[in-house]
């Protein structure tokens, strides 16, 4: 009796519609992924601060943290009073001769050159993303030969200057205790 029907066996149509479907999610995944991985929070055009140091020796590392600690409220206060980058980078061209001046005499003698320029930066990770290396227009404050270590930091988005509002508030720590390791020294002491 069973010869007399037709049976249809639907089910393998329906196996290859389910295997294709999770194939693309799963490319889709990857994709997403992928893109969360390589993006930056820096965006392309925002604007850059660069410090050079003479060499890798320790006094020439410190002179530069010196100059940095030195001009960074400068650029700071440049970067909070402006309202755009074309503002900005009004601002920073008036204070090129202070900064060159500030760094002047905190360099030990060594010439120092602060422009604005495209420069060549190596590649970034923050986080989760990764800023690519990729020529980005910058101030760039050039401490002797500038062949050392160097300090940047990116502005528009701003990454330099956290906002102070966003301080963590430190609490204090409850001491930890185990109640079996009490109850053995209580039984001891």
């Known amino acids: 009796m069973l010869q007399d029907y037709n049976i249809m066996n639907s089910k393998n149509e329906n196996k290859k519609w389910v295997s294709v479907l999770e194939f693309i999610l799963l490319l889709f995944l990857i994709q997403s992924a992928i893109l969360l991985f390589n993006g930056s929070d820096i965006p392309e055009d925002a604007l850059r ?3 050079l140091a ?3 020796a320790p006094a020439d590392q410190q002179v530069k943290e010196t100059i940095r600690q030195e001009i960074e409220p400068l650029i700071r206060e440049a970067f909070t009073g402006a309202s755009s980058q074309a503002d900005f980078i009004r601002r920073m061209d008036g204070l090129e001769e202070e900064i060159t001046r500030i760094a002047e005499g905190k360099a030990d003698g ?3 050159e602060f ?3 495209a420069a060549l930066f190596p590649p970034k990770r923050s986080g989760f993303y990764v800023t690519p290396q990729a020529p980005y227009e910058a101030y760039i404050l050039t401490i002797g030969s500038g ?3 160097n300090w940047w930091c990116a502005l ?6 956290p906002d102070e509002k966003v301080k963590e508030e430190q609490q204090e ?6 109640f079996l390791w009490e109850w053995i020294k209580g039984l001891f002491s």
Not at 156 to 161: M, P, T
Not at 173 to 178: A, G, H, L, M, N
Request: proline content about 0%.
């Open 147 to 149: 062949r050392g270590d």
């Open 49 to 51: 601060v660069r410090i």
């Open 54 to 56: 003479h060499s890798n």
């Open 115 to 117: 422009e604005k320029k």
């Open 173 to 178: 720590e409850e001491k930890v205790t185990f």
């Open 156 to 161: 528009f988005q701003n990454v330099c200057f």
């Open 110 to 112: 060594r010439t120092v």
